[in-house]
């Protein structure tokens, strides 16, 4: 297996985490003291341990794939915010994340 597609998985691992870590930041807001309770707080440390290993999988994937990548965030969070925060996904988000899926292959043909 070619190293890149380890750091490739990575990076994705790193989207997803950040995308969890929006919808904790998220339930966070919803709280009494939303500063200072345990979604913002937990949202906060591991949003910063995403940004860690995105900055390890940079080390040998391209700018460019990267931020191709990124645009995985958006179906992430569509997907966590269905699951966790029981929030609907209607035609246009369907739209969207089809949208994003066919881009991200037509960039990596």
């Known amino acids: 297996m070619n190293k890149e597609y380890i750091y490739i998985l990575l990076f994705v691992c790193s989207i997803l985490i950040s995308a969890f870590s929006q919808i904790l930041l998220k339930k966070g807001s ?8 345990k979604f913002t707080i937990f949202g906060y440390i591991i949003m910063v341990s995403a940004t860690f290993l995105t900055l390890i999988a940079y080390k040998k994937i391209n700018l460019s794939l990267g931020q191709v990548l990124q645009a995985l965030s958006f179906v992430f969070v569509i997907i966590l915010s269905k699951i966790f925060l029981k929030e609907n996904i209607d035609k246009r988000k369907i739209l969207g994340i089809i949208t994003i899926i066919i881009g991200i292959i037509i960039f990596n043909l």
């Open 30 to 37: 919803s709280q009494k003291n939303i500063y200072i309770n």
